[in-house]
């Protein structure tokens, strides 16, 4: 295995329970009555305001805060030098499971911070036999909590090299940049194919003999996942966060789990979500706890939990592969205007409408967005390249496969 740096030593695609052992040895890690673990991180959302794309081509990446090549490369450097007295681990998989558009990803993270590690390799798809020996990943994540980057907001750096497809995270013990630091480059990738990476989940809805299958964009927090997985017809939930929509309009998966917000959360209301994060393989991040007692409604810390858990442990969920194209795309949002509560949009309408991303700011998005009516395009925060480019694609999509698109 050979990586773009050289740690003290490496501890390469660990086993699940190689790193629940290693994760339960963190000083900030506690054990629920139910058997999982929940971990409290120093971070506890997306650190938007340190997140930059190495690029000296700003015009290709309007909207988005930079640095320079040369910045970047002093910045990896510094983190190189680092790891050099660290141990590390690495994980590899895959986003998404079709074969036509899986992308093969790396994560490399201090073993200091194992439930990171152990957290993203819930989500990727795990390699199939004889993939080990040609194994390449063409996205990386290097990651190291411990690293303060001097000089950027808070000391923390989230550089984003789209070119090599690298991005390189400092200081953050938040599992989000993990996550989102390997979907924002795989971001570029299904654009560059022709395609639109979606902010999106997806389920497949039985009607009237028939299945529909709905998206649903939404920012983070909005009720994306909690819409998702409500199982109103027996619907079956297929992703929960990101998806890709190509140009003949066939749908792909990313994750093989879920990254949920477990504020309010109850069985009464997410029967679903509220089993799976229960069960003890699951990974908690910063939820209330006291003397092995869960408390979903304690924000005494941060309105932000969240639960990592696989796919495989939600009842019925469905699979990607098995849909054709999508009959719905639903807008979520969530703000305290005065609008319908269902509105049907056509056309370029549809288009523009998902282009103004109206919403109201969670704590996922961290404290400066919490409670602010924000507009993001496509709802879709993570897609690195000039917004305007998002907009013409799913313009074209929806003209060449139309879909039914509601606010």
Same mark, same amino acid.
């Given at each position: 295995?050979?990586?773009? %740096? ?6 390469? #695609?660990?086993? $699940?329970?190689?790193? *629940?052992?290693?994760? !339960? @040895? =963190? ?26 794309? %190495? ?6 990446? #309007?909207?988005? $805060?930079?640095?320079? *090549?040369?910045?970047? !490369? @002093? =910045? ?332």
């Amino acid at each position: 295995m050979e990586l773009p %740096v050289r740690p003290r030593r490496v501890i390469a #695609r660990p086993s $699940p329970e190689e790193l *629940r052992s290693l994760t !339960e @040895r =963190m000083p900030n890690c506690l054990r629920s009555r139910h058997g999982n673990v929940n971990v409290q991180t120093r971070i506890v959302a997306r650190s938007k305001a340190s997140t930059f794309i %190495v690029t000296d081509d700003t015009a290709l990446h #309007r909207g988005h $805060p930079t640095i320079t *090549r040369a910045e970047g !490369e @002093r =910045m990896a450097g510094v983190q190189d030098e680092h790891i050099r007295s660290r141990d590390m681990i690495v994980v590899d998989g895959y986003i998404g499971n079709d074969r036509t558009l899986r992308t093969p990803a790396r994560l490399i993270v201090e073993a200091a911070n194992a439930n990171i590690a152990a957290m993203q390799q819930c989500l990727y798809y795990p390699l199939e036999r004889g993939d080990e020996a040609r194994f390449e990943p063409q996205v990386t994540v290097i990651y190291t909590p411990n690293l303060p980057a001097q000089g950027y907001p808070n000391d923390r750096l989230i550089a984003v090299d789209l070119e090599r497809r690298i991005t390189r995270v400092f200081n953050s013990d938040y599992f989000g940049e993990s996550k989102k630091g390997g979907l924002r480059m795989w971001n570029k990738i299904v654009y560059d194919r022709g395609g639109l990476a979606m902010h999106a989940g997806c389920k497949i809805i039985p009607v009237e003999g028939k299945d529909r299958v709905a998206l649903i964009i939404g920012l983070s927090g909005t009720g994306k996942t909690t819409t998702t997985f409500s199982k109103q017809n027996d619907s079956r939930p297929v992703q929960d966060d990101f998806l890709a929509i190509m140009p003949d309009g066939s749908i792909h998966a990313t994750e093989n789990g879920c990254f949920a917000k477990t504020f309010g959360l109850a069985e009464e209301t997410e029967p679903a979500i509220y089993r799976a994060v229960l069960k003890p393989t699951s990974y908690l991040e910063n939820v209330s706890q006291k003397e092995g007692e869960l408390d979903f409604f304690d924000t005494s810390y941060t309105q932000n939990g969240r639960a990592v858990f696989k796919m495989a442990d939600i009842e019925g969920a469905g699979d990607a592969r098995s849909i054709k194209k999508a009959d719905l795309l639903l807008i979520l949002n969530r703000n305290e205007d005065v609008i319908p509560a269902v509105a049907r949009l056509g056309g370029p309408q549809a288009a523009a409408y998902f282009m103004l991303g109206e919403t109201k700011g969670t704590s996922a998005g961290g404290a400066e967005e919490a409670g602010r009516f924000l507009r993001i395009p496509g709802t879709n925060p993570f897609f690195p390249l000039d917004h305007g480019l998002q907009g013409n694609r799913i313009l074209s999509i929806l003209r060449a496969n139309p879909m039914e698109v509601y606010l």
